[in-house]
């Protein structure tokens, strides 16, 4: 039996924390409670220093996401964050120009 890959805020609580106030101030209410509940599903850095990229869900690489996908850039203190959304499911997280 294949274990489910863990939840981010086990790995990334901050993260978690940072993302869930980000997205209440944006009136992402949804979005601000369900990403208490995603999981890492891949971690890894995105070719440069600059970013990294944490998938939450299994996608299909150099597939676009097709409709129902929509992008939500958030503005932290330092960098920037991108999730990419599907049917109001985060999916993807970019983190951009934040060392680790």
């Given at each position: 039996m294949d274990q489910e890959?863990?939840?981010l805020r086990d790995v990334h609580p901050a993260l978690v924390a940072e993302l869930a106030a980000l997205?209440?101030?944006e009136g992402e209410?949804?979005?601000?409670?369900?990403?208490?509940d995603v999981r890492l599903v891949g971690?890894?850095?995105c070719g440069d220093d600059f970013c990294r990229s944490?998938?939450?869900?299994?996608?299909?690489?150099?597939?676009p996401y097709g409709p129902g996908h929509r992008c939500v850039p958030l503005l932290p203190e330092?960098?920037?964050?991108?999730?990419?959304?599907?049917?109001?499911?985060?999916?993807?997280?970019e983190v951009l120009h934040r060392p680790r």
């Open positions: 890959p863990p939840l997205l209440a101030v209410h949804d979005l601000a409670i369900t990403v208490w971690d890894w850095g944490i998938r939450t869900s299994d996608h299909p690489s150099g597939q330092r960098g920037m964050l991108v999730l990419d959304v599907v049917d109001g499911r985060i999916v993807y997280i």
